[in-house]
């Protein structure tokens, strides 16, 4: 994977299939501090203990359709080649979270990517999930969650082309605020 954000999409994917109804993203990117930092949590199936000690094993997967998973070893080896920091938690039945950071000057730190069109992406095809997306950088914050934006919507879908192009907008920090 050559970019930070289809890391994410794959670990999204991952919380996708294991049902979660909830995706929370919170992204840190700062030049200041010298870190990027994506905490990736969902309220999934979860993992047991076993399964949660043999994630990070390329020749492992819960998937039947195949036997090896890259998904999350390579987002670890990603954030540790980079200076960063990997961490996975999970809770059969309660969720999982994924924190990976790299160190923002570092050189084999990978491209960040467009982590909010990874989001609309996933919104558009996944409309019935809720998400909320927190994004931090050194000109501010946005807090951005589904949930109240579709109350506001009342019947129009969350994934229509025009409200998609509207969520877009509200995903961005204004470096001119």
């Known amino acids: 994977m050559k970019e930070i954000a289809l890391n994410f999409l794959d670990i999204a ?96 730190r990978q491209p960040l990517g467009d982590i909010p069109d990874v989001i609309l992406m996933l919104i558009a095809s996944n409309p019935e999930i809720n998400y909320t997306f927190h994004s931090i950088t050194d000109d501010g914050e946005i807090l951005f969650d589904t949930r109240e934006v579709k109350d506001a919507l009342g019947n129009v879908p969350v994934n229509d082309p025009e409200v998609l192009k509207l969520l877009k907008d509200m995903m961005i920090v204004d470096k001119n605020d």
């Open 13 to 108: 994917n991952n919380s996708i299939r294991a049902g979660c109804s909830l995706l929370e993203v919170t992204l840190k990117e700062s030049v200041k501090d010298n870190i990027i930092a994506l905490t990736i949590k969902d309220d999934g199936c979860g993992m047991d203990a076993e399964t949660l000690n043999k994630v990070t094993d390329p020749f492992f997967s819960s998937r039947t359709t195949r036997h090896i998973g890259l998904g999350v070893p390579f987002l670890k080896q990603h954030a540790e080649m980079a200076g960063g920091d990997f961490k996975i938690q999970s809770i059969k039945g309660v969720g999982t979270t994924v924190y990976a950071s790299f160190q923002y000057d570092h050189p084999d």
